[in-house]
């Protein structure tokens, strides 16, 4: 089993849409719970980053994390053609080592 | 300031051929990291250094070596390289820390063929 699970989509949704990104993990030993956006081509931007159980808004962006459940979503709110992109999510054990989701790759539709 | 560079950016190689990638940060982290990332398997650690003079391995260390002889440098050399080592490779750097959040900070990506 993977320790990090993330639905590879590809994810089509028309512009304005509201989305939703998920990912399930394994390891309770995890701290930090990250997503990053990547575009093509490019490498890994983080995006938002959160610690504890709950919710963390940034903008039209929404981390939510459910330790209890081992799952983590990110919400994009009024979603634009720009936000077009593959989102990772990750998480960091106690040795700083970062385990990274497979990516969902997203495509705003104007 | 530069943040985490790499070098080069783009290489074909032949089987069995060898070469060093070059990873490079100006922001004096402790932790560096060297990534593959393929398609459907988002990225997966080959190793790590937590500092100067050491190196550990991560989930996919097999065929490739690595050396941190200076904090700001990290390279990872293939000795014989094969197919299956046709990836984009990723470096990264950050603090460590347990009582709060480092940002690991990426590189542009290495696009490795291997024919």
Same mark, same amino acid.
């Given at each position: 089993?993977?320790?990090?699970?993330?639905?590879?989509?590809? !994810? =089509?949704?028309?512009?304005?849409?509201?989305?939703?990104?998920?990912? &399930?993990?394994?390891? =309770?030993?995890?701290?930090?719970? %990250?997503?990053?956006?990547? +575009?093509?081509?490019?490498?890994?931007?983080? !995006? %938002?980053?959160? +610690?504890?159980?709950?919710?963390?808004?940034?903008?039209?962006?929404?981390?939510?994390?459910?330790?209890?459940?081992?799952?983590?979503? !990110?919400?994009?709110?009024? =979603?634009?053609?720009?936000?077009?992109? &593959?989102? !990772?999510?990750? %998480?960091?054990?106690?040795?700083?080592?970062?385990?990274?989701?497979?990516? &969902?790759?997203?495509?705003?539709?104007p | 300031? *530069? $943040?985490?560079?790499?070098?080069p950016?783009?290489?074909?190689?032949?089987? $069995?051929?060898?070469m060093?990638?070059? /990873?490079?940060?100006?922001?004096?982290?402790?932790?560096?990291?060297w990534y593959?990332?393929?398609?459907?398997?988002?990225?997966?650690?080959?190793?790590?250094?937590? $500092?100067?003079?050491? #190196? *550990?391995?991560?989930?996919?260390?097999?065929?490739?070596?690595?050396?941190?002889?200076?904090?700001?440098?990290?390279?990872?050399?293939?000795?014989? *390289?094969?197919?299956?080592?046709?990836?984009?490779?990723? /470096?990264?750097? #950050?603090?460590?820390?347990?009582? *709060?959040?480092n940002?690991?900070?990426?590189?542009?990506?290495?696009?490795?063929?291997?024919?």
């Amino acid at each position: 089993q993977k320790e990090v699970e993330q639905d590879p989509g590809p !994810l =089509s949704v028309p512009e304005g849409a509201i989305v939703s990104l998920n990912c &399930t993990y394994s390891n =309770s030993a995890f701290q930090y719970f %990250m997503w990053y956006r990547q +575009y093509s081509r490019k490498g890994p931007e983080l !995006l %938002m980053y959160t +610690y504890s159980s709950g919710n963390k808004e940034d903008g039209r962006f929404t981390a939510q994390v459910d330790k209890s459940s081992k799952y983590i979503s !990110l919400f994009i709110r009024d =979603s634009q053609p720009s936000d077009s992109a &593959t989102y !990772l999510c990750a %998480m960091s054990d106690p040795f700083n080592k970062f385990y990274f989701g497979s990516g &969902t790759k997203l495509n705003v539709k104007p | 300031n *530069a $943040g985490v560079t790499q070098t080069p950016k783009f290489r074909v190689l032949k089987t $069995g051929q060898s070469m060093t990638l070059l /990873c490079a940060q100006d922001m004096n982290h402790e932790y560096m990291y060297w990534y593959r990332q393929d398609p459907g398997m988002g990225l997966r650690l080959i190793h790590y250094s937590v $500092g100067e003079g050491t #190196t *550990a391995k991560g989930e996919v260390p097999d065929g490739y070596n690595v050396s941190r002889l200076k904090k700001q440098n990290f390279l990872l050399g293939l000795e014989s *390289a094969a197919p299956s080592q046709t990836s984009v490779y990723f /470096c990264a750097s #950050t603090e460590p820390g347990t009582s *709060a959040y480092n940002e690991q900070f990426f590189g542009p990506g290495t696009r490795l063929t291997v024919l």
